[in-house]
Every structure is written in structure tokens, then in C-alpha cells.
């Protein structure tokens, strides 16, 4: 199984931006990633996804605008760049893995938690005013 570590949350004002990082222990070449997030009290909800060419994203529509998900497959690694934090953003943010070989190739699929077989330990993201 393929497992995920994600890294960079932290505290930031409202207005700023922060990066996350998503490295995983073996290649992701073939890997539609994603990133979820819960916020306090909430349940889990999609934010970002990424085919495993890198060449379709999918955003969940309070982070389109604002949020960037890109990989680098030669390093294993996923980010999700976040500006114009709002306070709204804060929550736990979580990378996933989806199922080697998926043909998930749309927003509803992507969007999907079930859509993805490998989560990580998620990050705290902490937008302040």
C-alpha cells in the first residue's frame, strides 16, 4: 500500500498562502491524486485532484481561484499551493492516493473519498484574522 505523508500546514493570516506537500514511499506515475480536508466540526471534503499525467485538475468551488494542486512525479511528491487563505480554510488537510490503473477521468469521480485507497495522517492548516 502506498503510504503519505503530507507536510507544510501550519498558522496563516488571512490573505496569505501556504504550500503543502504530499511525498510518497513509491513512485505516484501512475496515481490520480487528491486533496481533502475537514474543517473543525465538519465532515471531510474534496479540495483538489490531479490525473496522474498532471494534465487535468479538479477543484472543489470554494478553493477554485485560489488553490493549485501540481506534482512532480520523479519526486513522489504532491503539493497544493494555497493563497488568499480565508478563515474558512482552516481545517485538517489530507492527501489520497487513488487505486493504481483507475480510470477515474472526471470531477464526480475525483471528488469522490471513495474514489481513493491510500490516505495520509493529514496536516493542520490554521488561517487566522
Known amino acids: 500500500q502506498v503510504h503519505l505523508e503530507e507536510s507544510g500546514g501550519g498558522l496563516a493570516q488571512a490573505g496569505g498562502s501556504l504550500r503543502l506537500s504530499c511525498v510518497a514511499n513509491v513512485s505516484l506515475s501512475y496515481y490520480g491524486m487528491g486533496w481533502f480536508r475537514r474543517p473543525p466540526g465538519k465532515e471531510r471534503e474534496f479540495v483538489a485532484a490531479?490525473?496522474?499525467?498532471?494534465?487535468?485538475?479538479y477543484y472543489g468551488g470554494s478553493v477554485k481561484g485560489r488553490f493549485t494542486i501540481s506534482r512532480v512525479n520523479a519526486e513522489s511528491t504532491v503539493y497544493l499551493q494555497m493563497n488568499s487563505l480565508k478563515l474558512e480554510d482552516t481545517a485538517v488537510y489530507f492527501c489520497?492516493?487513488?487505486?493504481?490503473?483507475?480510470?477515474?477521468?472526471?470531477?464526480?469521480?475525483?471528488?469522490?473519498?471513495?474514489?481513493?485507497?491510500?490516505w495520509g495522517q493529514g496536516t493542520q492548516v490554521t488561517v487566522s484574522s
Open positions: 489520497a492516493a487513488d487505486f493504481p490503473g483507475s480510470y477515474c477521468s472526471s470531477f464526480i469521480c475525483y471528488s469522490n473519498q471513495f474514489e481513493y485507497d491510500s
Open positions: 490531479i490525473d496522474w499525467r498532471g494534465s487535468s485538475t
